[in-house]
């Protein structure tokens, strides 16, 4: 059972550069979410979704895009990356009543020069 | 926002002692999850709590739900090497918003 899979796991980016990262997660999670995570400051929310064709802003939405066009698909789309995005980006899967029990990605680790 | 307070940020511990780590919150949570991070790889939960007063144990693990709802705690007992790691609480609100909060985290260090 792959769970939550996420690509790429490293990646850096030029100022202005666009890019998307992707996950997929196997398991028929109806809940899907995107975290970022900054040394010292836990796990912030950035978008997360209910199910196919919904999303909602979490904490920290801004510089950010997501879409949800399937159950098993939620890319992260970073428009015009700055220095302040370098983060570990984690994606996250949960059972369809958001019990906050979360399974998550391994992580993408993402810096922008 | 919501905020959750764990401490401690971080403790160094030798092998085969007990570990106590806790978060707290301003507001009342119906919900708290404790979860472990190991370098390299996403938080795994390790105990979730879903009642006021709850105790909860998975191996070593024991973590409560505050009686008041606004914190939690989690103990190791007899740590181990394979302990090593940053442990989150997170909590989720009584208004039943799939939003988590999470806390900061607790960094832990057991030296063999």
């Known amino acids: 059972n792959a769970g939550v899979t996420q690509t790429p796991k490293f990646r850096i980016l030029k100022i202005g550069q666009s890019m998307t990262l992707q996950c997929a997660q196997d398991?028929?999670?109806?809940?899907m979410y995107w975290y970022r995570q900054d040394p010292g400051m836990g796990l912030k929310l950035i978008y997360y979704s209910v199910g196919a064709g919904i999303t909602d802003k979490g904490e920290v939405p801004n510089g950010y895009n997501v879409s949800r066009s399937t159950t098993e698909d939620f890319p992260l789309r970073l428009e015009l990356a700055a220095p302040s995005q370098t983060s570990v980006y984690f994606c996250?899967?949960?059972?369809?009543?958001?019990?906050?029990?979360?399974?998550f990605g391994e992580g993408s680790r993402l810096t922008v020069l | 926002g919501q905020q959750l307070n764990q401490s401690p940020q971080s403790m160094f511990i030798q092998e085969g002692e007990d570990v106590s780590m806790n978060c707290t919150s301003s507001?009342?949570?119906?919900?708290w999850l404790w979860y472990k991070q190991e370098p390299g790889e996403g938080p795994v939960l390790l105990i979730a709590l879903y009642k006021a007063g709850e105790l909860t144990s998975n191996g070593r693990l024991t973590a409560q739900f505050g009686i008041t709802r606004k914190d939690s705690f989690l103990n190791i007992s007899a740590s181990i090497p394979s302990d090593v790691g940053i442990y989150f609480c997170?909590?989720?609100?009584?208004?039943?918003?799939?939003?988590?909060?999470f806390g900061k985290g607790t960094k832990l260090t057991v030296n063999p």
């Open positions: 996250a899967s949960s059972y369809s009543q958001g019990t906050g029990e979360l399974f």
């Open positions: 997170a909590g989720r609100d009584q208004g039943g918003s799939e939003k988590l909060v």
């Open positions: 398991m028929n999670h109806n809940y």
């Open positions: 507001s009342i949570f119906n919900t």
